[in-house]
């Protein structure tokens, strides 16, 4: 699992505020957020508690930027149509500089530094927050950035690192 090393990263303090078994349940939880949100798999979808608030901003082609904020039985709805319409709005992303912290009862608020796979961009404002709900977290909040520009860079040459054999082409028989 590649998510899993990304959450190594988290900042010493974690263990000072919050209990090593809390650390420990939020990071498979976290772990598992991240594989289903990597491979795009629906079952992400009941990780969201339906009364959750997400807050979206998004960055157009075109530059303009936009404030979306969803309930998260929206966002769940915006995912699904976006899944079977072959367009994903849950990209796959890298989370690094985890930080977790206790906010009330058993609520935790994690922040991180995102970085999108697929378009190469960070967004280093990412928030999530989750509760435990029926002995399990559930996301009740999540706070990030979309960019639509792909910021990758494009090689500028291609090297082919192959040997190559050309072989003569036989003459037609007549």
Same mark, same amino acid.
């Given at each position: 699992? $590649?998510?899993?090393?990304?959450?190594?990263?988290?900042?010493?303090?974690n263990?000072?505020?919050?209990?090593?078994?809390?650390? /420990?349940? $939020?990071?498979i939880?976290?772990?598992?957020? *991240?594989?289903?949100?990597?491979?795009?798999?629906?079952?992400?979808?009941?990780?969201?508690?339906?009364? $959750?608030?997400?807050?979206?901003?998004?960055? %157009?082609?075109?530059?303009?930027?936009? %404030?979306?904020?969803?309930?998260?039985?929206k966002? @769940?709805?915006?995912?699904? /149509? %976006?899944? =079977?319409?072959?367009?994903?709005?849950?990209?796959?992303?890298?989370?690094?500089?985890?930080?977790?912290?206790?906010?009330?009862?058993?609520?935790?608020?994690?922040t991180?530094?995102?970085?999108?796979?697929?378009?190469?961009?960070?967004?280093? #404002? =990412?928030r *999530?927050v989750?509760?435990?709900? $029926? @002995?399990?977290?559930?996301?009740?909040?999540?706070? *990030?950035?979309?960019?639509?520009?792909?910021?990758?860079?494009?090689? /500028?040459?291609?090297?082919?690192?192959?040997?190559?054999?050309?072989?003569?082409?036989m003459?037609? #028989?007549?």
């Open positions: 699992m $590649a998510c899993v090393g990304v959450l190594l990263w988290w900042h010493a303090p263990a000072a505020t919050v209990d090593q078994q809390t650390v /420990e349940d $939020a990071r939880f976290l772990a598992g957020y *991240l594989e289903l949100n990597n491979t795009k798999n629906i079952n992400l979808l009941p990780l969201y508690a339906d009364e $959750a608030e997400i807050n979206v901003t998004v960055v %157009t082609l075109d530059r303009e930027v936009r %404030t979306l904020e969803l309930s998260g039985r966002w @769940k709805q915006l995912l699904r /149509e %976006t899944w =079977y319409n072959g367009q994903p709005s849950a990209e796959p992303m890298q989370l690094h500089d985890i930080r977790i912290k206790p906010i009330s009862g058993e609520a935790l608020e994690i991180a530094h995102r970085y999108a796979l697929g378009r190469c961009y960070w967004d280093n #404002r =990412y *999530l989750i509760a435990k709900d $029926a @002995k399990r977290y559930r996301i009740i909040g999540e706070t *990030l950035l979309i960019h639509h520009h792909n910021q990758c860079e494009q090689p /500028e040459t291609t090297i082919v690192n192959q040997e190559i054999t050309i072989t003569p082409a003459e037609p #028989r007549q």
